[in-house]
């Protein structure tokens, strides 16, 4: 099982970015999440979605200018960010597992299978 992230590139402040990221299985058991990793920080969840139904948990720190989706038809889900900021620099990646409910999503503990991350940078 693989996951492929993709859309990361050098924006500048105040801009939008779309990240994307495709699974080369049926993600229909799966919890869903983007997690980002600034540079000298730890890696944090910021978004979580029950694949099959589309149940989604943001966090607060990014609730408002993130919105997340899913196409189930290609196995696919992507992270629309607006409004980005420096402090959004950081590699963006997607990831998937079992896990029951929203309970402890940002953490990365319950992950099985990781896209190998890409980069976002804000900058002027």
């Known amino acids: 099982v693989q996951l492929q992230a993709s859309g990361g590139g050098l924006v500048q402040p105040g801009s939008s970015l779309t990240l994307n990221c495709a699974a080369s299985v049926n993600l229909y058991y799966y919890t869903v999440a983007w997690f980002r990793q600034a540079p000298g920080k730890d890696r944090e969840g910021i978004f979580c979605?029950?694949?099959?139904?589309?149940?989604?948990y943001i966090t607060d720190a990014v609730k408002g200018r993130f919105t997340a989706s899913r196409d189930s038809a290609r196995n696919t889900m992507s992270l629309q960010i607006s409004s980005l900021e420096p402090e959004d620099t950081a590699v963006y990646y997607c990831a998937a597992g079992i896990l029951y409910g929203s309970d402890g999503c940002t953490s990365p503990g319950w992950v099985d299978i990781w896209g190998q991350g890409t980069l976002v940078t804000v900058s002027s």
């Open positions: 979605m029950q694949y099959a139904d589309g149940t989604t």
